[in-house]
C-alpha cells in the first residue's frame, strides 16, 4: 500500500467515525461514489430481471443510501488492505443485487411455496435418462418432504431449492434471517438426503454415517 493511498483510507475511517459535521461532510463526498458504483451495476443486471427507467434508478439510489449506513456501522472491519472505496463498493454491489433480486421477485409475484417437483432432479445432482425416471424420482422427493420436514423445512425447501427464491428475500417474507433459514435448508436436505439414500435413489456418500443413512419420519423442527 503507497503511502498516499494509506494516508486517504485513513481520513476516510477517520471522518466517517466523527460525529457532526465532520462526519456529514465526509458522507457526502462518499454517496456520489457510492451511488455511481449502484448504477452501474443496476445497468449490469437489468436485462437479465427485466428492470429500466425509474425502478432503477430508485434501486440505484436506495443502494447507495443503504450502502452508506452499513459502512459506517462496519468502519472496524476495515483492514486497509486496500482502498477504501474499493472496500466501500463491495457494499454498494451487494445491496443492489438484493434489492433487484427482492424486487424482481415481489413484481412477478412468484409463490414461494409453489410447487413443481418436475424440477427437482437437477437440484440434487441426479440426471434421468428418461421421463419416466424423472416422473419417479420427483414423486420420491415429494413424499420424503412430506414424510420426513417440518413444516419449517418444507417451506424454506421447496421456496429455495426447488423454486430458486433468493435466501433473503425469503427472509423477508418469513420474518427472518439469513443464517436461521440456512440452518433450516442445511437440517432440511440433510434429512432428505438420508431418507433419498435409504430408498435407493441416491447413492450413499463416503462421509454419510449409518444414522445419517436413516430416514428421519420424526417431523422434528430445525
Given at each position: 500500500?503507497d503511502?498516499?493511498?494509506?494516508?486517504?483510507?485513513?481520513?476516510w475511517?477517520?471522518?466517517?467515525?466523527?460525529?457532526?459535521?465532520?462526519?456529514?461532510?465526509?458522507?457526502r463526498e462518499?454517496y456520489p461514489?457510492?451511488?455511481?458504483?449502484a448504477?452501474s451495476?443496476?445497468?449490469r443486471?437489468?436485462?437479465?430481471?427485466?428492470?429500466?427507467?425509474?425502478e432503477?434508478?430508485?434501486?440505484?439510489h436506495?443502494?447507495?443510501?443503504?450502502?452508506?449506513?452499513?459502512?459506517?456501522?462496519r468502519?472496524d472491519?476495515?483492514?486497509?488492505?486496500?482502498?477504501?472505496?474499493t472496500?466501500?463498493?463491495?457494499?454498494?454491489?451487494?445491496?443492489?443485487?438484493?434489492?433487484?433480486?427482492?424486487?424482481?421477485?415481489?413484481?412477478?409475484?412468484?409463490p414461494?411455496?409453489?410447487e413443481d417437483?418436475?424440477?427437482?432432479?437437477?437440484?440434487?445432482?441426479?440426471?434421468?435418462?428418461?421421463?419416466?425416471?424423472?416422473?419417479?424420482?420427483?414423486?420420491?422427493?415429494?413424499?420424503?418432504?412430506?414424510?420426513?420436514?417440518?413444516?419449517?423445512?418444507?417451506?424454506?425447501?421447496?421456496?429455495?431449492v426447488?423454486?430458486?427464491?433468493?435466501?433473503?428475500v425469503?427472509?423477508d417474507?418469513?420474518?427472518?434471517?439469513?443464517?436461521?433459514?440456512?440452518?433450516?435448508?442445511f437440517?432440511a436436505?440433510?434429512?432428505?438426503?438420508?431418507?433419498?439414500v435409504?430408498?435407493g435413489?441416491?447413492?450413499?456418500?463416503?462421509?454419510?454415517t449409518?444414522?445419517d443413512?436413516?430416514?428421519?419420519?420424526?417431523?422434528?423442527?430445525?
Open positions: 500500500m503511502p498516499e493511498t494509506d494516508r486517504e483510507n485513513r481520513r475511517v477517520r471522518d466517517l467515525a466523527a460525529a457532526g459535521p465532520v462526519r456529514e461532510a465526509a458522507c462518499l461514489l457510492l451511488l455511481r458504483v448504477k451495476e443496476a445497468r443486471r437489468a436485462p437479465v430481471l427485466e428492470l429500466d427507467g425509474p432503477l434508478e430508485d434501486i440505484a436506495q443502494a447507495a443510501a443503504d450502502a452508506l449506513m452499513a459502512i459506517g456501522e468502519l472491519r476495515f483492514r486497509g488492505e486496500a482502498r477504501f472505496t472496500w466501500a463498493s463491495k457494499f454498494v454491489i451487494f445491496n443492489v443485487a438484493t434489492k433487484m433480486n427482492r424486487h424482481f421477485w415481489r413484481r412477478h409475484e412468484v414461494y411455496d409453489q417437483w418436475s424440477r427437482i432432479a437437477s437440484r440434487f445432482d441426479v440426471g434421468p435418462d428418461d421421463e419416466a425416471q424423472v416422473r419417479e424420482f420427483a414423486a420420491a422427493v415429494s413424499t420424503a418432504v412430506e414424510e420426513n420436514l417440518s413444516e419449517r423445512q418444507r417451506i424454506v425447501f421447496v421456496a429455495t426447488l423454486n430458486g427464491m433468493p435466501m433473503d425469503l427472509a417474507e418469513l420474518g427472518s434471517t439469513h443464517n436461521a433459514l440456512y440452518k433450516v435448508l437440517d436436505r440433510k434429512k432428505l438426503r438420508a431418507a433419498l435409504a430408498s435413489y441416491l447413492p450413499p456418500t463416503p462421509q454419510m449409518a444414522r443413512s436413516t430416514p428421519l419420519s420424526d417431523g422434528s423442527s430445525a
